[in-house]
């Protein structure tokens, strides 16, 4: 298995841009979920899903939108960048049972100039 | 309302030497909690988890990890620390009934000294 998987790894836009980080697993999980992470604040959910046609809105999802047409994709969509979204993005994936462990991906660093 | 804090942003120890990072959380129910480690430009991987039973955990790596309900507290061990632990570390709490939304910690950075 690949597990979770992230792409790009890096990539830099300019302020208005918009852009689709892509995220995809091959476990099965029904859960997916997008992280932000920035210096000094950790790890802040941005969008989740439970499961294909389920989405969710986390702590900061302003900018962000999220589809789930499937079980294995769940791409985050930038619409119009802000240097404010300048951060790593993290994709983590989860099966059901409530005492599984979360899957991280290796992450995409955004740069928005 | 839930939260998890970990006390220290930075810690520095020698090879060798032991390491505890600290955990303190508030959530009104029986928590799930977890320790997960950040290598350099790396994702989150998980150390340990607990959720019932015995409250010391053994996870990867050598690491352990004591949930104490009476100081609210699930501290991360290790009884020699080894250069390739140098990381960042995140302490999570999740709902009894659901752990896909977990409240993080804002970690902390491990050095280590040879």
């Known amino acids: 298995n690949a597990g979770v998987t992230q792409t790009p790894k890096f990539q830099v836009l300019k302020t208005g841009q918009s852009m689709t980080l892509q995220c995809a697993q091959d476990m099965n999980h029904e859960y997916m979920s997008w992280y932000r992470q920035d210096p000094g604040m950790g790890l802040r959910l941005i969008h989740y899903?439970?499961?294909?046609?389920?989405?969710d809105q986390g702590e900061v999802p302003n900018g962000y939108n999220v589809s789930r047409s499937t079980t294995e994709d769940f791409p985050l969509r930038l619409l119009s960048a802000a240097p404010s979204q300048t951060s790593v993005y993290f994709c983590?994936?989860?099966?059901?049972?409530?005492?599984?462990?979360?899957?991280f991906g290796p992450g995409t660093r955004l740069t928005v100039l | 309302a839930q939260s998890v804090t970990q006390p220290d942003i930075h810690i520095t120890v020698s090879e060798g030497a032991s390491l505890e990072l600290r955990c303190n959380y508030s959530?009104?129910?029986?928590?799930?909690l977890f320790w997960y480690v950040q290598s350099p430009g790396q994702g989150l991987q998980l150390l340990l988890k607990?959720?019932?039973?015995d409250t010391l955990v053994q996870g990867i790596k050598g690491f352990e990890a004591e949930f104490k309900r009476s100081q609210s507290s699930f501290n991360l061990r290790k009884p020699s620390v080894h250069w390739s632990d140098a990381a960042e570390y995140f302490c999570?709490?999740?709902?009894?009934?659901?752990?896909?939304?977990?409240?993080w910690g804002l970690g902390t950075s491990l050095a280590v000294n040879p």
């Open positions: 607990y959720f019932s039973g």
């Open positions: 899903s439970v499961g294909a046609g389920i989405t």
């Open positions: 959530y009104g129910a029986t928590p799930y």
């Open positions: 999570a709490v999740g709902d009894a009934g659901n752990n896909r939304k977990l409240i």
């Open positions: 983590a994936s989860t099966a059901a049972k409530s005492t599984d462990t979360q899957y």
